[in-house]
Nanobody, 123 residues
């Protein structure tokens, strides 16, 4: 079992920055990829980014590429999502997922999820 806890959400003005963190505990040795997804009010889940340990790869949705950066701290297994130049379109609950398989844009590929952290961008 893997437990994930997201943190770092909050309220920020347009153009501001936030860094989200996802702390993993439990059977973390089996984790290969961790991903971030978000869900805005009234909308479906949207892929944001993933980081894949086996392939040393990252990927981003086109809507965040160039503004968001995903990284992993191998010492404690924490994955961070640095978000810059935020816009109201980035307002959502952000969820962290983990999988022993390859990183994916599909939410169903991830086996463990955190409870989410709210990000609100105000004009």
């Amino acid at each position: 079992q893997v437990q994930l806890v997201e943190s770092g959400g909050g309220v920020v003005q347009v153009g501001g920055s936030l860094t989200l963190s996802c702390a993993a505990s439990g059977s973390t040795s089996g984790i290969n990829a961790m991903g971030w997804f978000r869900r805005a009010p009234g909308k479906d889940y949207e892929f944001v980014s993933y980081i894949d340990r086996r392939w040393d790869a990252t990927d981003y949705a086109s809507s965040v590429k160039g503004r968001f950066t995903i990284s992993r701290n191998d010492a404690d297994g924490t994955v961070s999502l640095q978000m810059k130049n935020l816009s109201p379109d980035d307002t959502a609950v952000y969820y962290c997922g983990a999988t022993p398989n390859a990183g994916s844009w599909h939410r169903t590929a991830y086996e463990s999820w955190g409870q989410g952290t709210q990000v609100t961008v105000t004009a």
